[in-house]
């Protein structure tokens, strides 16, 4: 039997799912004290709009880190994004397992099968 480490990509995802659950303000969170519970009290608008604030720090770090920029800033704001995320799939009862399980469903297939793949939504044929 293996044993997670502390810094295993799965443990630290589940942990940090948990954190943000608990922080959720009908699980008792505080917007006072948390701010996971803040976000989530002042409903989807607010972290929505942090989301597309981190992804376009995400997308500047990365115009930074490809002309020499600090690799690590890129890192920095990936992280924030990816927590943002998980905070709006709380709210919306989904977790990280869920996103990893679907990279695991994709696994195998190239990006244009994939694509492929998905069912079209109100577009004709």
Known sequence: MTTATPTD???VL???TQVIESRMPMRGGDPEK??????????????????GEEAAEVVMAAKDAQYG???EK???EMADLWFHGMVALAYYGCRAADVTAEL???EGLSGLEEKAL?????VPS
């Open 69 to 71: 920029g600090a690799r």
């Open 14 to 16: 589940a942990r940090l």
């Open 9 to 11: 990509p799965d443990a």
């Open 104 to 106: 695991a469903r994709r």
């Open 74 to 76: 890129l890192v920095a």
């Open 118 to 122: 998905r069912p079209t939504q109100g």
């Open 34 to 51: 948390s701010y996971v519970a803040r976000l989530l009290a002042k409903g989807p608008d607010a972290f929505l709009k942090k989301i």
